[in-house]
């Protein structure tokens, strides 16, 4: 019989094994923002339901994610918010041991005009003063599950058409999903080809709400005028 010991370590050497495959490490991603459903996870991911609901079982099986059945839908969520630090931390070591990891960071995320993005601590205290104007560019339904007071919801993708809507006065900050996601580096880059002073916030949702910052909930917010 084993040791506890190697009993505790085989175990968690299965959690290490079921995040050793970068589809599965992007569904977490993905599950951080919201429960989501499998075909939803599916096209997000871009996978097909089958593979998708494949990565799920695994994930599941190694206690990293839960799911709860409504009508004919299966609804999936981390089973722990210590399941996103985990992946945080992974990110975190890939970024300061891996040249390869950093070189893409600069490559994909560093502001080519030299802005730093904006910090968790500076925008909650620049909310209240009516100088920044706050979009979440994530999907809808990631924005209803939770989001940061006073944002509005703008995806990246229909960005372009919302253009004139914008305010040209102050400064406008773009979140998304986390530090590794570019919907907010696409957003920062079409809004400074329109002429406006924008930043990115250099970490996304679960970030803001693992800090215990206030989340609301719910439909859309108005561009302010």
Not at 10 to 36: C, H, M, S, V, Y
Not at 186 to 213: D, K, S
Request: glycine share 10%; net charge positive; charged share 25%.
């Amino acid at each position: 019989m084993d040791s506890p010991k190697r009993f505790l370590f085989n175990n968690f050497a299965r959690i290490g094994g079921a995040l050793a495959n970068p589809a599965r490490l992007e569904l977490l991603d993905l599950l951080a923002q919201g429960e989501k459903t499998v075909d939803r996870l599916a096209s997000q991911a871009r996978l097909s339901v089958k593979n998708t609901s494949a990565h799920l079982r695994r994930l599941r099986q190694a206690a990293l994610v839960t799911n709860r059945k409504e009508a004919n839908w299966v609804f999936y969520r981390l089973a722990d918010p210590a399941v996103n630090d985990l992946v945080a931390s992974l990110q975190h070591v890939g970024r300061r041991q891996l040249a390869e990891v950093r070189e893409l960071v600069r490559d994909y995320f560093a502001d080519p005009k030299g802005f730093e993005p904006i910090g968790l601590e500076e925008l909650a205290g620049r909310l209240g003063d009516g100088t920044v104007t706050l979009l979440d560019v994530r999907p809808a339904d990631e924005y209803a599950h939770g989001h940061i007071p006073g944002a509005v919801s703008v995806p990246v993708a229909g960005l372009a058409a919302r253009i004139a809507e914008l305010p040209r006065s102050g400064e406008i900050v773009a979140y998304c999903r986390g530090p590794y996601c570019l919907l907010a580096v696409e957003a920062a880059g079409l809004l400074r080809q329109h002429g406006f002073r924008v930043r990115r916030l250099a970490e996304g949702m679960p970030a803001w709400a693992g800090r215990g910052l206030p989340v609301a909930v719910g439909g859309g917010e108005e561009i302010p005028a």
